[in-house]
């Protein structure tokens, strides 16, 4: 038998009289009307604080969900040894996360104990669209010995590629969240909440923000691609998610590639890359694009009139049209052999303040899925080693994870194939 455990259950300010009285009633009146508006410190309305998304499902939510408005990507070093540490840690992880992407009211402790909420999204917790992702790193496995054998086939410590600066603080991690929601502050609430939860198993590393602008829908209900911090538009190309046989192909691990367990799951890879903003903004127009591959205006590659045009390179053999190192067609080649080279792409812009040298630290928080990490992102990036744009950018972080398959129901749990696969005995837990 195993333990026993159980389930988780403005002020006004005063004006300054010394005018006349006529200004000072003005003064006073204009202040009464401004008061029955929106304030400059009142929270921002929205009308979806109430999305939420499912955490369970044959597949992690996060991955084909639309993208909202903020991401973040959390690394942490795990702590959990044991068989049933590691259980301890996906259950209380699942707990949360469920309770996370619900929402709701937290409970209340005695007010001498530490509250069960930071408190920083109110008494009542919103689901906001939020959605957090879990996977694991290389080291997850290698540094457990009774785990080493069940390792998802291609899952590897992240190299540096040609143009990298890897700095070791922002690289790799044992567990990865990929955490998203409409509003940066309701991200980082689930990250306090985890780390408040937590703390014996699992230690935060590195952490990346980003976010994409928040567009209307264009006026025939069609929605326009976000654009980068180099002001392109970025993932014109991507598959599309709601295609669930394309993601059968592309994105979901098939079990006779990968231990059975795994099945359901996908590869992640997450890259920090540095915008060189400054030079890049000194850069003539035509050059810019030439780079892409695109016009800036409406994302529509040479040759085309609308962003979702398809380029013909076999008709432009000589890159007379587009260059033949231009970032597209470098990244996508569009033949028969190239499809399998597709991945999701799932990218958010990043802002980090000013750098040591009064540079602006801004840049991409690349993140994309795939079935086979070979076949995707490494495989891509071998074809983009040496392309122009790699004078304007600089990857600095990030790293390889293995995104575990979702858990079906809430008896069940993110991690739970795995432990079964290993021969684990699971703890039973009171009804």
Known sequence: MGKDI??????????????????????????????????????????????????????????????????????FHVLAKTPEEVERLFRTLSQRIDFLMKGGRPPEFDDKLPPSDSGILGPVIPPDNLTITVSLGSSFFDQRDWLINHKPKQLSRMKASRNDALDADLCHGDLSLQICANTPD?????????????????????????????????????????????????????????????????????????????????????????????????????????IIGRKKANGAPFGGTAEFDVPDYSNDPEGKVTALDAHIRLANKRTKTSDENRILRRPFNYSNGVSKSGQLEQGLLFICYQADLEKGFITVQRQLDGEPLEEYIKPIGGGFFFTLPGPANEDDFVGRTLLEASGHQMTRIKS
């Open 6 to 75: 159980d389930k988780f259950t403005t002020t006004r300010r005063s004006v300054l009289f010394g005018a006349g009285t006529a200004v000072v009633a003005g003064l006073t009146a204009a202040s009464a009307a401004q008061k029955q508006g929106e304030q400059v410190t009142d929270a921002p309305v929205s009308d979806k604080t109430q999305e939420r998304q499912s955490f369970y499902g044959v597949h992690q939510a996060g991955i084909v969900t639309p993208r909202p408005a903020a991401g973040m990507i959390a690394s």
């Open 186 to 290: 309701t991200n980082i609430h689930a990250l306090r909440d985890i780390l408040k939860n937590l703390p014996d198993l699992m230690v935060l590393r590195w952490k990346q923000e980003g976010s994409v602008p928040v567009l209307p829908p264009k006026a025939d209900g069609t929605h326009e691609t976000a654009r980068n911090f180099l002001g392109f538009r970025d993932g014109t190309a991507n598959p599309d998610g709601n295609d669930a046989a394309l993601m059968d192909q592309l994105v979901w691990v098939r079990q006779s590639d990968e231990p059975s367990w795994a099945q359901a799951g996908t590869y992640q890879v997450v890259r920090i890359i540095r915008n060189f903003v400054e030079r890049w903004d000194r850069t003539p127009l035509a050059e810019q694009e030439a």
